[in-house]
């Protein structure tokens, strides 16, 4: 059963897969799963599907069968492949940018950090597709510039280099 949230309150859920950090992967598959449900959106990586699923990331079968009733948006980062989305009404893809990869310590969460700060300005891109595509294409731009630098902090993109990077286009 869904536990009741405030409304207004949006929930998202990223588990990240860490397998030293559990005393197995069945262990880790269940505790990651135990909460998925609570979740309005959803991040993984095309490794965290791989083993959430036990199967291959990019068949879009073992993808959706992470999906549940209730949920507003399911992302898969693919990395410099870009990522694929995933809502009631509406899926796609977008592809990623070719940047000087030094270290990916930090892509996912600044992948995530900028799509967060979108949907906290407009929850409507779960429902707008168009809306949901550029805010993803900044998603992308952000975990790529991410990248570029060893170290998650001292890579975190401004607004500018991520505006910067997608004027110059994808791979």
């Not at 505790?31 to 791989?50: C, H, L, N, P, Q």
């Not at 900044?138 to 910067?164: D, H, Q, R, V, W």
Request: hydrophobic share 40%; charged share 25%; glycine share 8%.
């Amino acid at each position: 059963m869904r536990a009741a949230k405030s409304a207004g309150i949006l929930c998202s859920y990223d588990p990240n897969v860490r397998l030293p950090l559990w005393p197995s992967d069945q262990a880790a598959r269940d505790g990651i799963m135990s909460i998925w449900k609570e979740a309005d959106f959803i991040k993984v990586s095309d490794e965290d599907v791989a083993f959430l699923t036990q199967g291959d990331a990019h068949d879009e079968k073992n993808v959706l069968s992470l999906w549940f009733e209730g949920l507003k948006l399911l992302v898969v980062t693919d990395g410099e492949k870009g990522c694929r989305y995933f809502t009631k009404d509406f899926k796609g893809s977008l592809p990623g940018y070719s940047v000087d990869t030094v270290d990916t310590t930090g892509a996912g969460d600044a992948f995530v950090g900028s799509l967060l700060i979108n949907v906290a300005k407009d929850d409507s891109i779960f429902y707008n597709e168009a809306k949901l595509r550029e805010v993803l294409q900044f998603s992308n731009a952000c975990g790529a510039i991410c990248t570029t630098k060893k170290g998650a902090i001292p890579a975190l993109p401004t607004t500018a280099t991520a505006l910067e990077l997608i004027s110059k286009g994808t791979n």
